[in-house]
Nanobody, 121 residues
């Protein structure tokens, strides 16, 4: 079994900061990509920030310059530093990791249960 657990969500204020953390546990042989997604009420889940297998990062246009993703494959963790928060950042945030459970296993995407981020104006 592989589990991803997020922490650090909660209430933020416009212009403020929050930091989200995600830790993977279980039988893990290798980790490729890591990312953070979010889903606001009535909207589809969208990519917020990601780290590709080669370490390159990409961000949604709406968060560029404000959010920073970091990851440590050895520690199986990924964080999202969110600065200059805006009310439109309000959503449930999900961490995602692409994981191989063994050398002969296929890669698969695993997700956390989600953590609520609410930004007040």
């Amino acid at each position: 079994q592989v589990q991803l657990k997020e922490s650090g969500g909660g209430l933020g204020h416009t212009g403020g900061s929050l930091r989200l953390s995600c830790a993977a546990s279980g039988t893990i042989y290798s980790i490729s990509a890591m990312g953070w997604f979010r889903q606001a009420p009535g909207k589809e889940r969208e990519l917020v920030a990601g780290i590709a297998h080669d370490g390159t990062t990409n961000y949604a246009d709406s968060v560029k310059g404000r959010f920073t993703i970091s990851g440590d494959k050895a520690k199986r963790t990924t964080d999202l530093q969110m600065n200059d928060l805006k009310p439109e950042d309000t959503a449930v945030y999900y961490c995602q990791q692409t994981i191989q459970r063994g050398p002969w296993n296929n890669w698969a995407d695993y997700w956390g249960q989600g953590t609520q981020v609410t930004v007040s104006s």
